[in-house]
């Protein structure tokens, strides 16, 4: 993996950044065993929504940026009411694969008005997709809009420590732009993210009218020591925790 920081007015890549659609079947294919989204990601976005399948069964899940549904169809499997927006065609396309025709998908981008009525959802969920916007005022506002009262919000970003050890050089407190390049399955990509520090985030949260309920740096799954030794073989951490991710629950005033 390489890293380049940029500004905003300069292209981070000659190549698209965040091209979901060039590079859906790779991505998909990785995240299916890799550490960070199968046994890291994955398992505490489901923890933190309701690790009993009885939590969920009923209630109305959106998951903003579902990608191939790696997080819609274990909630479905568990009984709750799901629906997946991605910007990505492609990225749906795999989603539809995995989860049939009897669930609702659409093509929708975050920047822009969801396609859903007020107070349509028990619950949303952002895995991984606030990092790639520069703005969280609009995107957090309309999560809040299509959120009943009381609803949650669960939320996975780049922990912005994470940031700070990659780039020591940079301003930690300020809103950063830079990219980082990739290979999924063999095949390259570029993403590009905006770096904000913890209290920027926790200041968005409150000032869109959620209340911060969980902040969690939570453990891969169990397993995942002996499945990735070389990564978490030697962790001064009984529980082999490392900083990836930072992970909120938010609930809708």
Partial sequence: MSSTLNDSTEPASQTVANDYDSFAEAYATDNESNLINAHYALPAILNLAGDVPGDVAGRRVLDVGCGSGPVLA?????????????????????????????????????GRSLPFPDGAFDDVI???????????????????????????????????????????????????????EYVFNGQNAVLTYWHRPLRAMTAAFTEAGFRIAVVSEPPPAPGARELFPDILGNAKSPDASFICFLFFVLEAA
């Avoid at 629906?83 to 539809?96: C, F, H, I, Q, Y």
């Avoid at 009943?148 to 020591?168: C, F």
């Fill in 74 to 110: 274990p909630l479905h499997e568990r009984g709750a009411v799901v629906t997946g927006v991605d910007n990505s065609v492609g990225m749906l396309e795999l989603a539809k694969r995995r989860l049939g025709d009897g669930v609702d998908l659409r093509v929708a981008d975050l």
């Fill in 126 to 180: 952002a895995c991984l997709v606030l990092h790639y916007l520069r703005d969280w005022e609009a995107p957090l506002a309309e999560l809040r809009r299509v959120l009943v009262p009381g609803g949650r919000l669960i939320v996975a970003v780049n922990h912005p420590m994470a940031y700070r050890l990659a780039y020591p050089d940079a301003d930690y407190f300020g809103i950063q732009e830079y990219s980082e």
